[in-house]
């Protein structure tokens, strides 16, 4: 991986993470379902030119049925349950939540797919969901508040992450990444729209708050997924999914510096298990722990 791409890579791990701060923000005034139907929406008319070409419009006509899923399970519900538990829980807290979706990912592919799962990776689902509790004690205790909830939340849309990144391997591996991702974002659209009438908030929300939201759609949405594609055609996908390991770093920074949120000591320990049980559950642990000693080991 080059510099340039490095550091568009860490970029991408920064704006994703300000999407927790974005939603943490405008969820108030114009509710999740509001908030997350702008988003959508916002982000599938920027990316309408790049897939109006005959070769993604046949893909997206073809597999519209499973693009639909798609759009349900990695866009629509999830982002609103996401943007449901940031009423409740800190944009630093819900960033580390979001990095369990790996994990559900491994478990749902051995449990549907009958992919193999190690031992370390079974190890590493241990530590990771040891960590999930370990976080949502510690923020109930710091909030004065149950948080189970919120808590549930997440690990429901996380754990559609993982479904619907299965459900993709399974079914759409013949469409292009950017159709998918445009198609899948404007089914999300279509079906909050009805749901968006009757949710749709009382009073209008501040300028601050359509900001948010705009930059939510823009930004955090249609830019990043250029973005993300660009990488994975430059660098490969795997090197492009690090991303992921990143998003929870730039989550806590942005909830620190502009929301002022604090992570008491027991969240720390709650993060740290979350990241090392995501790292062994995806093979980047055990990758890495081989490249060094084959790094180390002397020439014969």
């Not at 429901?156 to 299965?166: S, V």
């Not at 990444?177 to 279509?190: D, N, R, V, W």
Request: proline fraction near 5%; charge should be positive; charged fraction near 5%.
């Amino acid at each position: 991986m080059q510099l340039r791409d490095f550091i568009e890579l860490v970029l991408l791990a920064s704006i994703w993470g300000a999407a927790f701060i974005f939603t943490r923000t405008a969820t108030p005034e114009f509710g999740p379902i509001s908030l997350i139907t702008m988003r959508a929406g916002i982000a599938s008319l920027i990316l309408l030119p790049f897939v109006c070409n005959r070769n993604a419009i046949s893909q997206i006509t073809q597999h519209w049925r499973g693009i639909l899923i798609v759009g349900l399970t990695n866009t629509a519900i999830p982002f609103c349950l996401f943007s449901y538990s940031l009423l409740h829980i800190g944009a630093g807290y819900a960033s580390v939540m979001n990095a369990t979706a790996p994990m559900f990912g491994a478990l749902i592919g051995w449990l549907w797919l009958k992919q193999r799962i190690s031992s370390v990776a079974v190890f590493g689902l241990l530590i990771g969901f040891i960590g999930v509790a370990v976080l949502s004690a510690a923020q109930a205790a710091a909030f004065d508040s149950i948080s189970i909830l919120p808590t549930l939340a997440t690990l429901g849309a996380t754990a559609l992450y993982g479904y619907a990144g299965c459900f993709t391997k399974q079914h759409l591996s013949a469409v292009g990444p950017m159709a998918l991702a445009a198609g899948s974002l404007f089914a999300a659209t279509l079906c909050l729209l009805p749901l968006n009438i009757w949710f749709m908030p009382s009073t209008l929300p501040s300028s601050s708050s359509w900001i948010d939201a705009i930059a939510l759609g823009a930004l955090c949405t249609a830019l990043a997924y250029l973005m993300y594609f660009r990488l994975i055609a430059k660098v490969g996908p795997s090197n492009a999914l690090t991303v992921a390991y990143l998003i929870p770093a730039f989550g806590i920074m942005w909830g620190i510096v502009l929301l002022n949120e604090t992570l008491t000591p027991s969240m720390w320990v709650g993060v740290v298990l979350v990241i090392c049980g995501v790292l062994l559950v995806t093979g980047v642990a055990t990758r890495v722990i081989a490249k060094h000693r084959l790094k180390a080991k002397p020439a014969a």
